[in-house]
């Protein structure tokens, strides 16, 4: 029994090793979040961009949203019902912005 116990405890780092990424990878992720972040920034700014302001916001912001779930909150390496309660929610808040910007253009 003692030896049962024994390899599962050897297996297990090994499995949690190799299905989560590496800290090098959140590295990584942090340099592309704070590029998308001045892009961001940037775009803002560009009074060329202006007509296309609120769509390029929204999908830098969706992009953001996606690798702090993806990786940040390791759903990239839980169950699948897990990222869809979160595309679920990204959706959701997509159309209510894009209602709200629908429904304030017409006041302008």
């Known amino acids: 029994m003692s030896d049962h116990g024994n390899a599962t405890s050897h297996a297990s780092p090994q499995a949690a090793h190799q299905t989560h990424a590496s800290d090098a990878t959140y590295w990584k ?5 704070t590029v998308v972040t001045a892009v961001e920034v940037w775009t803002y700014y560009a ?7 609120a769509p390029t916001i929204l999908v830098l912001g969706a992009v953001k949203f996606a ?3 993806a ?15 979160f595309l679920f929610g990204l959706m959701v808040a997509t159309a209510t912005i894009l209602a709200f910007i ?3 253009k017409g006041l302008w």
């Open 29 to 33: 992720i942090a340099v592309i979040l």
């Open 47 to 53: 009074t060329f961009l202006r007509p296309i302001l």
């Open 67 to 69: 690798l702090v779930v």
């Open 71 to 85: 990786y940040y909150m390791h759903l990239k390496f839980d169950s699948r019902i897990f990222s869809g309660f």
């Open 102 to 104: 629908a429904l304030f």
